[in-house]
C-alpha cells in the first residue's frame, strides 16, 4: 500500500507521463497567468490615468495664458517613512488684468529644481490662476509620464518575473 501511494505522490509530481502535466505544475502555470492578468490589469489603468492626465495637460497648455513670474520659497516637504526631504517652489506673476498671486507647485523633487530668484515662464488659466504651473517639461509632464511608464512596465514586469520563477529560463 504504501508503495502504491509512493507511486502515486511521485506520478503526481512528475506527471503521470510526457503528455500530461502535474497538478503542481498546472497549479503554478494558473498562478503566473493570475499574476499576468493582475499586473496587466493595473498597468492597463495606470496607462488610462496616464493618457488621461496627458490629455488634460494638453488642453491645459493649449487653453493657458502665459506670464514671466519669480521664484519666492523653496518649500521644504519631509518624506514621510523615508526620511528624505523634497522641495517646491513657490511663485509669483501678474495674471493678464495685473493681480499679483502667488501659486505653490504640486510637484517637488529632492533635487531642487529652482532656486529663489529664478525667473520663470508660468501658465495659468486666465479665470483659476491657482491652477499656474511652471513652464518646463517635467512641471507639466511628469505626470502622464511617470503613469504612463509604469502602465506599459508592470504587465512586462510580470512577464519577466513569472518566466523566471522556479529557476527556470525560457528564454
Partial sequence: MAAL???LAIGAVRGFSRGTASP???DTERQKLRMRKIFGIIGSIL???GLGSAIKTKIF???ASEADGVVVLMIERSGGSGGGHSYAPSFMFHDT???LHTVQSKLSSSAPEFKVGDKIKVLFE???PDTAAINTFWQLWFTPVF???FGIALPILARVITRFQGGRRYF
Fill in 61 to 63: 497648455i493649449q487653453h
Fill in 126 to 128: 486666465p479665470g483659476a
Fill in 5 to 7: 501511494i509512493l507511486g
Fill in 97 to 99: 488684468s495685473g493681480t
Fill in 147 to 149: 503613469f504612463s511608464l
Fill in 24 to 26: 503542481l505544475k498546472v
Fill in 47 to 49: 496607462l488610462l490615468v
